[in-house]
């Protein structure tokens, strides 16, 4: 009875000793994955940084549509308006569009030639999951307008594995 | 690979319009694998531009981030009737053109 | 005023029984297929779009912003080239050794209008089930002398997606065919048994918990009459035999390859199923 007891005993601390193991051994790649998260934003902080120059970016004069929940990842619809005369002397340089947490954190630069009507765009963007997007718009005096959303991206409901 | 260039039924001289672009291309990302388990290469269209009769009207910078099937829509008055001539070119080195004549009418 | 009944009139009352049992059948199997478990009553057929966001709706609804329509301007050029080498450019009278399908069918809004709609049928040369995709096939290999194309391809799919697209706002109309009868039988079988890991059957989610939520998704009741259409899913146009196979992957059960029996009677089954809609193809799912 008694060495049975004992046993059991040393059976239930092996497990429990490679439990904690074998849970130390897993924490450090759980732990690279959120550090891989972090990255993500980090890159998009560079990015943005970079782009702007560390200007300040104004929240206003751009306008950004695009759906709460998407419908898909692959391709979620984005429309932009700018508020700007869109003339020689005061129109949009430059059009980009940023994810927040996608691999590859710039989405697209964009510029249009001013032809005195309002810039209006569309597009269908991907998105790496659930995130925000910025849209910035750098105008003809080098100063920065943005405007950002959130989307809500799911995985799809039925897993299509088949190729 | 297909492209479009839409344009409206009746476009007017001096009146807003929108040009839409529709390009047919996977916009590979390079993190796909394939049945086999290998990495599908990475193949974006990187740039592209429309232009009319050689004045650019737009030009763009793409990366993963578009969707496959790119497609861009904005606003635009045109200054004259010409040809609106769309160009891509991907990271493969392929490119493509596309033109479409865009009569005005007053 | 003799209550016995002449053998005559006998005979017209055994006519009259025969005439009625027949009706009776006919209309049962009717029934069966109109009224049995995974089939849904007029009343309440609804299409995959009306499932679907207002974003994806406009998508489908203009031309201009449905993607398909890449894959239906590829078919139009193949329509007119048929070799594919563009050696004979636009012409309609391509080589004789390889005629393009314009030369047979000329204008194809006009002459493949109602066409797709007819597949799956039976086909008497090989006694199998044939759809569209076998039926470009047949036409490339034995009128066209050019290789067959591949499933999923997207010359194969520009030419399906060019044909379909000829039926367009048409009501999904079969005709009954003792010959389909047997593959039918099976199909609606298939429909109604219970596959996979997930151990469900088609009508378990389309037919009964179609309008429900699965996940973050509304479920349809997996109509067959927008395709071949531009799956978000896919980044790009699909046949309906793909997304039926994502649908067994869904399930995760045994993924019938293409042009198999099982998924020629499933889609056979989903025609008739299916009656009533207007076709919409190319459409835009998600």
New interface residues.
Partial sequence: MNAKRSTLQFLTQLTALLGIVGGAALAPRQNARAQALERESEDFRVLFKQLTNSARVTQERVHVTIPRLADNG???PLKVWVDSPQSAEDHVKRLV?L?ER????????????P?????????????NGSQRIWVLAQMSDERWWGQSASVEVTESACLDAS? | M???I?LPANPKVGL?M?I?I???H??E?G?RYD?SGSAMAKNVIKKLSLDLDG?????????????????????????KSGWLQLKWEDDEGNSGVERVLCNLSA | MNKQRSIISQGFRGVRLCILYWGLSTTSLNAQVLTGPGAIAPQFMRSGISFASADLRATQADD??N?A???V??GQ?MWKEGSGTGSSAAGINSSAAHPSCASCHHDWQQSMRGVSMKYPRWDPQTSHLINLEGQINACRTQRQHLPALAYESDELLGLTALVSLASRGMVLKRVREPSIDAALARGQLRFETRMGQNNLACLHCHTQNAGQHLGGETISQGQPHAYPAYRLEW??IGSLQKRLRACLSGVKAQIWAFGSEELMELELYLSFRGEGLPIESPGVRR
Avoid: C, Y
């Fill in positions: 692959h391709s979620v569009v994810s996608n691999p590859r954190p710039m989405i697209s630069s964009l510029q249009f030639l032809t005195q009507t309002r810039l209006e765009l569309s597009t269908r963007i991907r998105l190729l | 297909t492209s479009r839409i807003k929108d839409r529709l390009i047919q996977p916009m990302t993190f049945a004045l650019i009207l737009f030009s763009g910078e793409l990366g993963t981030g578009t969707s496959a099937n790119p497609f861009l829509q904005w606003s635009v008055i045109l200054p | 201009s912003l993607p329509f890449l894959w301007d590829q050029v980044q790009k």
